[in-house]
């Protein structure tokens, strides 16, 4: 049994007073003696028991309504139940915020870029034509023009001098580039990795920030968090080229209602500034993602902002072919002859992640009897033999991809069939 808490032996005390009785309208044991004849000694008894209700009052006030719990009771009423803002200074460790610059590296040409997005064709091709190309161009003339500040000389001069009029005769048809874009789509289709192959692509500096990352529980401090992170990223965007990938951008920006509180409309007003604010910093291109795009503030879609818009579905038949070839053949993982084709089709409505999360799981269940063999290497007794036939196969496949349902069943999809048919 557990112990009363403060609050319930101060409540006891106060309800089993016979002041309190009194005043609920409950007999007491001396309610006989209330009488015109004795009212002078009821008087002292009633202003005794005022006194007393005063000074229970007094320690309830003291040691339960607290500022902190007055607000939240207010919040309550008011019929908003979130937390009130702290308000003070928050520590060091609650300013931070980090920015982490990722520089990708050419390791292995089967994966990099584009190479490692399995189908995709036409988005792929969409975004080649009308963002990789200019943009690596754009960024091409600009790296030669500080070079050729740093190191002059006659070739490079020359190379310079040329691509300057090749960059000048595309520059006449005033062709915009889009420097935001909106992934839209299911969890798991790949929004976050497909950025990272353009970052790839590009050759460019990939900045990741998870947008609840954001929020503080002190007054204005998500406000100064988002002024302080964009400053920063654009002080980096001077010296580089750099993708910045905003991910759930919902979080933050979610659509405004009449009973939205006034800090929210501070953060959102903050970020819609900054983001206004980007085209000073040409070497930046934002990309957003989110898998509620019903849920987003209408204001960020508005021309100028994220003008361009991709829906990111699941992966088609070849896609996932495609797929199972990336997370097994392609990562050296031990296999027998799989049938692609046939794990395609038994997968039908996955999307990438679920594919990931299968071959993942097959190659713990096929390396798991490697691990028993530990005793055996340690005495002695491990043979060629007993490292012979570890490989994923057909059936053990099979039966995975039958314990692992589509993530999309928990998905509702006409979200998205509706959402791009009302920005149409």
């Known amino acids: 049994m557990t112990n009363p808490s403060p609050f319930d032996e101060f409540f006891k005390n106060i309800s089993s007073s016979p002041e309190f009785r009194a005043l609920t309208g409950e007999k007491t044991t001396n309610s006989a003696d209330f009488s015109f004849e004795n009212l002078e000694k009821n008087l002292r008894e009633i202003e005794a028991s ?42 060091d460790d609650e300013l931070k915020i980090t920015i982490e610059v990722r520089r990708p590296e050419k390791k292995n040409p089967e994966t990099w870029g584009f190479n490692g997005v399995a189908g995709m064709t036409d988005l792929k091709r969409e975004l080649n034509e009308s963002f990789i190309k200019p943009l690596k161009f754009k960024f091409l003339i600009e790296k030669l023009r500080q070079n050729s500040e740093k190191n002059a000389n006659e070739k490079s001069e020359k190379n310079t001098e040329l691509l300057e009029k090749l960059y000048s005769e595309y520059e006449k048809f005033k062709i915009s580039i889009p420097t935001g874009m909106l992934l839209y789509g299911p969890p798991g289709t790949g929004k976050t990795f497909i950025t990272k192959k353009l970052a790839e692509e590009i050759e460019c500096g990939f900045v990741s920030k998870n947008m609840g990352e954001f929020g503080s529980s002190y007054l204005h401090q998500t406000t100064k968090n988002i002024k302080d992170f964009f400053d920063g990223v654009k002080k980096i965007a001077e010296n580089e080229p750099i993708i910045l ?46 898998n509620r795009p019903d849920h987003l503030d209408s204001a960020i879609l508005r021309s100028g902002r994220l003008d361009k818009k991709i829906y990111i579905g699941p992966p088609d038949e070849t ?68 490292l012979e036939n570890h490989k994923i196969t057909m059936e053990m496949l099979r039966e995975t991809i039958l314990e692992m349902p589509s993530s999309l069943k928990m998905v509702d999809m006409s979200i998205y069939e509706n959402w791009l048919a009302k920005i149409s």
């Not at 209700?53 to 908003?80: C, H, P, W, Y």
């Not at 979080?251 to 085209?279: I, M």
């Not at 089709?345 to 530990?374: G, P």
């Open 50 to 91: 005022t006194a007393k209700a005063n000074d229970l009052m007094r320690q309830f006030d003291t040691n339960f309504a607290t500022e902190d719990a007055k607000k939240i009771g207010n919040s309550v009423q008011n019929g908003n139940d979130k937390t009130p803002p702290k308000t003070g200074k928050p520590t």
């Open 319 to 386: 896609a996932r072919e495609e797929l199972f070839r990336m997370y097994i053949e392609k990562m050296g993982r031990p296999h027998e002859k799989l049938d692609y084709h046939e794990l395609a089709i038994l997968t039908t409505n996955y999307v990438s992640a679920d594919i990931e999360a299968i071959c993942d799981e097959v190659a713990r269940d096929a390396s798991r009897n490697l691990l028993d063999l530990i005793d055996e290497a340690e005495s002695g007794a491990l043979t060629e033999k007993h």
């Open 245 to 290: 990938f905003l991910d759930e951008i919902d979080s933050l920006l979610s659509a405004r209602t009449n009973n939205v509180d006034s800090n929210k409309a501070e953060e959102v007003s903050q970020f819609l500034q900054e983001f206004n604010a980007l085209e000073e910093a040409k070497n930046l291109i934002v990309i957003a993602a989110t």
